[in-house]
């Protein structure tokens, strides 16, 4: 029996999706004021019907685990301008307390579980033609109920495995989904009080990129600030429409390149060129088998270049932010561990700069 709330809810998007039946749900959360997650949960507990969700235990690190057993399968993690979507299997899946990776050559995910709270298997009707299908996934939500990851079955995914592995994990519908208040993002700190020049030696004496988040946290700097104050050896602004041209340019020349985007739970890595690149009302997208990317560019606020000294060379990089200082996605050549950057990446990148200065 639905709750008086619930019932509430689940009226006022009834009548939401008979007015905007394109409406996604995403969207729709904002629209009626509730998080994403909690519009997920109501088809847990619907009073007629087969349920469309089932909740899962939170068990993060099992379920992940037992991903390779579906076979191929989409994943798409997503934050408010960007979304990432890639097919593949899970391959090499390691999960160490919060943390986990994906190390697969075509599903690659950086995890951070300590943000995952609320996960479900859906079920979504779903119309091919003149026939009714269903499309399946697995979603997962943080705390204030955003969603953080989700995992789609494709044409290719063993659907028994999958359904095995979600009556594994099924657990009880809550009586009320915990959803807390999202926290405020932390302003950065006065530039005044950065030590810029300290920052930059240490910038300087990097070996690897993954240096680069420790010095972020030991100068109290956020991350488009540090690209702000670093100077034009290591970070130069350009034009938001700077990203649409370098998106193109690896298309138009076959650069592989590497693309992450990242929610507050997963980042999701691209790897290999781009070729189908569509505009449309407001998103560019790629449009690739393997892989799709839709971008709101109207979401892009500030871009700059960044280099990065590593053991290896220099490593070079486009980063997207938006109006709020978080980071949209971040560009790369594609590059293996001990191998230095693609030279044809470094001479699009550089090809980007004279144009936005000129």
Known sequence: MLSSANA?????????????PTLRIRDAATTLGVSE???VALGAVQDAGPPTATPLAADWRSILSAMPSVGRVMCLTRNEHCVHERHGRFEDVQVTGPHGLVLGPDIDLRL?????????????????????GERLSLQFFDGAGEAVHKIYATDETDRRAFDVLIARYRAEPPAT????????????????EIEIEGLRIAWRAMQDTHEFFGMLGKFKVGRMQALRLAGEEFA??????????????????GTPIM???????CIQIHSGPIKRLVETHGWFNVLDPAFNLHLR????????????????????????????????LLMFGARKPGKPELEEWRALVARIEKRAAS
């Open 8 to 20: 509430d809810l689940a009226a006022r998007w009834s009548r939401l999706r008979g007015e905007q």
């Open 37 to 39: 997650a909690e519009l």
């Open 112 to 132: 951070f579980l300590g943000s995952w709270k609320h996960g479900f298997a859906v079920r979504e009707p779903l119309k091919l033609g003149n026939q009714q």
């Open 177 to 192: 989904l915990e959803i807390a208040p999202r926290a405020a993002d932390a302003a950065d700190r006065p530039d005044a």
């Open 236 to 253: 130069r602004e350009l034009p938001p429409r700077a990203l649409r041209s370098a998106l193109e340019a690896a298309g138009a020349n």
């Open 259 to 265: 693309i992450f985007v990242g929610s507050k739970g």
């Open 297 to 328: 560019e109207a979401g892009v606020a500030r871009l700059f270049s960044v280099r990065k000294p590593i053991e290896d060379g220099i490593v070079t990089s486009i980063e997207a932010f938006d109006s709020s200082n978080r980071n949209i």
